[in-house]
């Protein structure tokens, strides 16, 4: 069957789905998207991730794609940029973007309000996952571990590296709290500003890092036909990795 005559038919059938659905009273109408998303796909090229060209240790091996991934200009500036997955005790799940601000064989440090949605979950369960996304190399990496807070020393190092603006910014925001309009906020921050004309941003008790300490960690490499090539590495009782390759 043509690709032509494929699209025509799944047309053919999701209209066919959508005149048979029924709207239950006091119910609005099914939202109906003519956007082509089922249609939307890439070939990725012939990159390869092979078990004989990795470096046995995780973290040089990240190294070495972050390198490659800065050189590529992908995405602009934030090739930094993850994905932060976080669950409530309960297994409730959240996730957001969040930037990469340092690592070592310790593991994966970001930055944030610890009295956010984020800071709450980590802090009752401190367990987390990220995910960063190249789609110009067509590269991902997968990270799942445990959560620990940075040392103070670190987070006021960190902290008063910032431009004094980001520095206010943390100070003023109570991240993920319902606030009354964006007026408060300019307000508290024009406050801050007069206060600290002169004088260092103190860091917030409020804020800090958190280091996800990796057990395991995997590189997917984009083939074409979707028979991508993953490789995933797992923490070992006595502190080495082992590599396995996962099925696409």
């Known amino acids: 069957m043509t690709e032509r005559r494929t699209r025509l038919v799944a ?71 993850m994905t932060l997955a976080t669950a409530t005790p309960d297994g409730v799940p959240s996730a957001r973007t969040v930037l990469l601000k340092g690592f070592d064989e310790r593991g994966f440090v970001f930055y944030s309000n610890y009295e956010s949605q984020k800071g709450r979950e980590l802090s009752e369960n401190p367990h987390a996952a990220l995910l960063f996304h190249w789609a110009r190399l067509g590269r991902q990496i997968r990270i799942s571990g445990t959560v620990m807070r940075t040392s103070m020393e670190e987070s006021d190092a960190y902290f008063h590296s910032r431009p004094q603006g980001s520095q206010l910014g943390a100070s003023v925001s109570r991240q993920s709290q319902v606030i009354p309009n964006r007026e408060w906020l300019e307000e508290r921050l024009k406050a801050l500003e007069e206060e600290y004309r002169e004088d260092e941003v103190p860091l917030p008790a409020y804020w800090g890092g958190f280091r996800v300490v990796p057990t395991s960690i995997e590189f997917w490499q984009g083939r074409p036909n979707r028979l991508h090539d993953r490789l995933r590495y797992t923490l070992q009782p006595d502190g080495s990795w082992n590599i396995e390759r996962l099925s696409p």
């Open 11 to 81: 047309a053919a059938m999701t209209d066919d789905v959508l005149k048979r659905e029924t709207v239950k009273p006091g119910m609005s109408s099914p939202l109906r998207s003519n956007l082509p998303l089922a249609h939307i796909r890439r070939e990725h090229d012939n990159r390869s991730l092979d078990e004989s060209d990795v470096h046995e240790n995780p973290f040089e091996q990240f190294t070495l794609w972050m390198e490659e991934v800065m050189d590529s200009g992908e995405g602009g500036i934030e090739v930094n940029a």
